[in-house]
């Protein structure tokens, strides 16, 4: 039984440019959740998808945008990086678009902006 | 914004010694969540235990919860090497189904 799987594992952009991580979420799962978290800080949620749909969002600018695919694999988007991007982004998966479930977590992509 | 603090921020005991962490919160809530994170690694679900519950326990972890004081804290109990990880707790605030994290407790168990 695959858990949450999430690529690339380790990304190096530049400034200004644009990123896309991707992730599938454990099997039986339909709800997606990304998060950011910096280094010594605890995961921050940036939004959350179930049924193809942004249901939830936290406190993040336009430049973050998201899909969620008829599989429920999901991906997050970040344009025009700056500095303070880089961190650890966690894809969370859980049964029913609500927070009364545990989320399953990816080991996240390391991403470095330049 | 941050909805749950650990308290403490960092922790270290010697290995067989229980471990105690503490988190508060300031809105209501419909359950709260404890987390496990090792260095460099995704979340593990530890414990979920919803706001009419007052204790639960899954081995040697037993999780209180007060709703009257906005606190809940985690127990490890006979703590071991592998026990060494960052603790965060997570509330589902009441009516939004957003899951807020903590900024976690560091928690280093001593051979």
């Known amino acids: 039984d695959a858990g949450v799987t999430q690529s690339p594992t380790h990304l190096i952009k530049t400034r200004g440019q644009q990123v896309t991580l991707r992730c599938s979420p454990k099997?039986?799962?339909?709800?997606v959740s990304w998060y950011q978290q910096a280094l010594g800080q605890g995961p921050q949620f940036i939004f959350q998808y179930y049924e193809e749909e942004e249901r939830q969002r936290g406190n993040f600018p336009d430049r973050f945008s998201g899909h969620q695919f008829p599989n429920y694999s999901s991906e997050l988007n970040v344009n025009a990086l700056w500095l303070g991007d880089s961190a650890l982004y966690l894809c969370?998966?859980?049964?029913?678009?609500?927070?009364?479930?545990?989320?399953?977590f990816g080991d996240g992509t390391r991403l470095s902006i330049l | 914004s941050q909805q749950g603090e650990e308290d403490p921020q960092a922790l270290s005991i010697q290995e067989g010694e229980n471990a105690t962490m503490n988190c508060s919160y300031k809105t209501s809530i419909n359950n709260l969540q404890w987390y496990r994170q090792n260095s460099g690694r995704g979340l593990v679900h530890l414990i979920l235990i919803r706001s009419n519950e007052r204790e639960k326990h899954s081995g040697r972890l037993r999780v209180t919860l007060d709703t009257s004081k906005k606190s809940s804290s985690l127990l490890i109990t006979a703590s071991r090497a592998a026990d060494t990880a960052s603790y965060f707790c997570a509330t589902d605030v009441d009516r939004d189904d957003k899951i807020i994290f903590g900024k976690g407790t560091r928690l280093h168990i001593l051979p």
């Open positions: 099997s039986g799962h339909d709800t």
């Open positions: 969370a998966s859980s049964l029913g678009g609500h927070g009364n479930q545990p989320q399953h």
